[in-house]
DNA sequence: CCTATTACAGATATATTTTATCCGTAATCA
DNA sequence: TGATTACGGATAAAATATATCTGTAATAGG
């Protein structure tokens, strides 16, 4: 069991959108040359979070993507949940009703126990993601990278924004 | 992003053994047919949890499995790990090494921050599986399952263990 | 000792999901 | 008008999940 890589992709470019002046707009080419990953479909997690209100897409020259809102208002689970969905990754199939001892009239009733517990877990895996965003992340990264790198990416993007 | 359905089979078995009198052992054909599930691929399942100590199989006819040690013992964690790996749901690629604005020596360091949060909240998840046990599982069931449903249930499988 | 039954390991096959790539369209800016 | 961009849908390739099948070794009971 595995998350998509375009999970990485897309907390990735959310971090480096933060870096974008008011009113500018990153290209998923420029993300995808800076990230070293295929643009195509890089632009298919953008446009997920296109779609969820996370960043907001434009068109044409000087178009791409910036965040949609401010970084303390988006979390890495809003980010998570756009490209890889909210259905929890315990998928139960109910095999309980295939017990031969349970009558078939028996349909309703509470979830399966088992399930249950798996759903509390996923819940407890996205109330952590909940718990961070995109400002922890900068605050994080601030103290992870060496300032002449972060300096350098910077202006790196905003020659290609 | 999906867990196996072994998972699911998986705790489900574990469950049902915990019905089983010392020294009394269930065939992987009979956990199969109880929960309705393919009964090749379930023992894939029993074997990945017999690998992890979690159940002993023995061979010959009155063989089966059983659980290897107390139910209070046995976490959905280790149920989960032995199936499903205990590597973390999220796989970090390193894509900060593409950034062309970092030189290629800076290899060593802290992990990658974004892998860092997703790691943790994979944690999250974790913890909250080690704290239930098989044990607490039995008590939910008792309260759920309706009592002539869970006397069936025993009576069935002992006639077939 | 013989036979049926079982777990176990490995090879193979099928289905589904992930990981892309490609193309046409519409919008936008210079 | 022409270059550039996001967007949506179709298609293709690779990886993983979901089985199935085979043979082997151990064991209980006759």
Redesign the pocket.
């Known amino acids: ?2 998350l ?3 999970v990485e992709w897309a907390l990735h470019c959310c971090a480096v959108m933060m870096a974008l002046p008011e009113g500018v ?5 420029v993300l995808a040359e800076f990230h070293g ?5 890089l ?2 997690a ?2 997920a979070l ?2 969820h209100g996370i960043v907001i ?9 910036r965040l949609a809102r401010a970084p303390d208002q988006i979390s890495f689970l809003d980010i998570v949940e756009a490209v890889e969905g909210k259905r929890s990754t315990f998928r139960c199939e109910e095999i309980r009703g295939n017990n031969p001892c349970v009558p078939r009239r028996h349909r309703a009733g509470k979830p399966c126990t088992v399930a249950r517990i798996m759903w509390k877990a996923d819940e407890a895996w996205r109330e952590s993601l909940r718990g961070v965003s995109l400002t922890d992340l900068a605050a994080q990264l601030a103290e992870d990278v060496p300032d002449d790198v972060l300096a350098k990416s910077r202006a790196w993007l905003l020659e290609r924004a």
Chains 1, 2 share one sequence.
């Open positions: 069991m595995n998509k890589n375009q707009y990153l290209p998923a080419k990953v295929p643009k195509e479909y632009s298919k953008l446009q296109s779609q897409g434009t068109l044409g020259p000087s178009g791409g993507y």
